[in-house]
């Protein structure tokens, strides 16, 4: 049985003082399309309920929920904590920025051990193949001293599932690291691609980068697959500590650097962005009062500090080669 309910946030919803519990139930999972389109749900307060899977979502099945920000604290003495949902099974997470303190209360062994809670940032168990994880945010760190075995965005992975382009920015963690992964526990089970990570949980897995990378635009412009074409992940330099969703300014590489200023088209001096005739005139007028470089820099086409027949040659070239 599944529910198969397409649902929209068209606001951003402060959840303070009301309190949540997981939607749907193990036997009755959602599976429908969960669209944030880019609000928020804070503050998402799930107190213990002595019950496995803890989640904005109990247990989802062939559900989408994506463009969503979420923050909150769960707490379970149970096992399966996830930032999004306890079990998953054949689901998409996509474009969704996390940031859920997960709180495990599962309670020292008799014997004094640790215990395994099998909690994820945003998944506690993927149980069936073909669940992904693609562009997410996550910042959910797990506390718990008594509790061991959880992974950075899966507690396990029962099947074959997918996590890609995604950032993990978790810190402090306290739950015992034996039998953590970074990413996913059953590692084998989970195919990992341009996935980074501040902290690593027990295992490492993906790509560790440091608050230095986060803040150059480097690993913004690496998120979305080193281009800056339609770009997914968002950045201020200078301004915001790490990559972002949803939307902002964009990062490019420009000559060995990353900035937010768009590239300018190599030839196009009167910034329309083709190269033609026109720059070739431009060109000529700045010859003509033998203009200093500074006044235009795109029309030093080849860089060479000066404005000079050089460059309106070059555009030429550029424009035969078009
Ligand atoms: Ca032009
Ligand atoms: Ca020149």
């Known amino acids: 049985m599944s529910n198969t309910l397409k649902a929209k946030v068209t606001e951003d919803i402060n959840m303070e003082g009301i309190g949540w519990l997981p939607i749907n139930t193990s036997d009755y999972r959602f ?42 604290e769960y707490y379970s003495s149970k096992k399966f904590i996830g930032g999004i949902t306890g079990y998953a099974y054949n689901s998409t997470i996509e474009n969704c920025d996390v940031a859920v303190t997960i709180n495990s209360l599962v309670p020292y062994a008799d014997n004094g051990s640790t ?32 509790t061991n075995s959880c992974g950075g965005v899966c507690g396990w992975a029962t099947n074959k599932m997918t996590v890609k382009n995604t950032l993990i920015i978790s810190q402090g963690s306290t739950i015992d690291t034996n039998g953590c992964n970074t990413i996913s526990r059953n590692e084998g089970n989970c195919s990992v691609s341009n996935v980074y990570y501040l902290e690593p949980i027990g295992s490492e897995n993906g790509e560790q980068v440091t608050v230095e990378e986060l803040a150059s635009g480097e690993v913004t412009y690496k998120l979305n697959g080193e281009q800056s074409e339609n770009p997914v992940w968002f950045q201020t330099l200078g301004t915001d500590a790490t990559p972002h969703l949803f939307k902002g300014l964009t990062v490019y590489f420009v000559n060995g650097e990353y900035t937010n200023e768009p590239p300018t088209t190599k030839g196009d001096a009167n910034g329309d962005t083709e190269v033609n005739l026109a720059d070739y005139q431009t060109i000529l007028g700045l010859m003509a009062r033998d203009a200093d470089v500074s006044e235009n820099p795109a029309a030093d086409v080849n860089r060479d500090g000066f404005i000079n027949l050089a460059d309106a040659q070059t555009i030429l070239g550029i424009m035969a080669a078009q």
């Open 115 to 146: 215990q395994d809670g099998t909690h994820g940032g945003l998944i506690g168990v993927n149980e069936s193949e073909g669940t992904v994880v693609n562009n997410c945010l996550v910042n959910c760190p797990i506390f718990g001293e008594s």
């Open 31 to 72: 599976g429908g399309e969960f669209d944030g389109q880019g609000h928020a749900l804070t503050n998402v307060v799930i107190p213990d309920r002595g019950e496995e899977r803890t989640g904005l979502f109990n247990t989802i099945e062939k559900a989408t929920v994506k463009n969503l920000k979420l923050t909150g």
